[in-house]
């Protein structure tokens, strides 16, 4: 009986396995026909400046949609790019395209906008990456310093000593970076002080949690961190006004989220900014 079991419990594992394999290798599939047949959009949303009122500058998301899948968010199959090392030519693609936008809006006569990008460390790991981004630049005909560039806290501490050499090539084009998600993972803080960062983007759970009526001492304490060592510190996901609030009252200067706007398609970042009068 033991015998049968471990069998047909084997066979299970085999299934699973082979559907697992067979469900990977077609959402591969589907990627690489979306990079040749262009599905990938990057939308644009906001960062809002609380002091002055204004937008200041977009992030850049990545936006795939395929005609049987419909409309798919990142956190589904950026880890699957990232696996297959597509991340490699659809990072150049998505940087090509965050720093054509930021022609545009120089174009139009917004040149002190910032356009951020989330950029993998795999990417940066990359011998050609700071060549890539600054031909990007060129081609655009925009500033360096008008790009700032993303990394997730925990996969930056991972990789560092394979990431720092063309941070800092990049760093002195004038190009800024910026810690995302910051709190999230389990790095120490002694790193902070190294770092090559201009900014740290305290990660939405925090923003989340935020309200009058509850204990918000961690996130202030992170905003107080941040503007002692220099950094510009950026509030993700803020939905609320509230939440609004309690940050403009510890000084978190610049937020992000969709009190002030959902990511939007490219066309409507240029409405949104001359309907606001900016
Ligand atoms: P992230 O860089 O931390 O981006 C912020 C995420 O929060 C975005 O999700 C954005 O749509 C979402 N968000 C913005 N405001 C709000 C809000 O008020 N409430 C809530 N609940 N969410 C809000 P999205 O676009 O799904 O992207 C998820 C993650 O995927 C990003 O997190 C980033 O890590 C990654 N990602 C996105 N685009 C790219 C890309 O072009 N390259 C790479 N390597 N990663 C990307
Ligand atoms: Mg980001
Ligand atoms: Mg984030
Ligand atoms: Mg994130």
Known sequence: RGKEEGRNRSEFFHQ??????????ELENKLRLGLINQEFRLHYQPLYDVMSE???????????????LG?????KFIKHIEDTRLIIPLGNWIIKTACQFAGKLADLGYQDLSVSVNVSVLQIMNEDFAAAVMDAIQEANISPKSIHLEITESRLMESYDLCVQNILKL???GIRFAIDDFGTGYSSLNYLKDLPVSTIKIDKSFIRDLSFNSNNNLTELIIILAQKMGLEIVAEGVETPE????????????????????????????????????
């Open 16 to 25: 699973k396995m082979n559907e697992m394999i067979w469900e990977k290798s």
């Open 54 to 68: 204004k937008i200041i500058g977009f992030e850049a998301l990545l936006r795939w949609s395929t005609p049987d």
């Open 71 to 75: 409309l798919v968010l990142p956190d």
């Open 171 to 173: 760093k002195n084009e």
């Open 243 to 278: 939440q609004y609030h309690i940050l403009k009252t510890y000084r978190c200067n610049i937020v992000q989220g969709y009190m002030i706007s959902k990511p939007l398609p490219e066309e409507d970042t240029i409405k949104l900014l001359i309907e606001r009068n900016q």
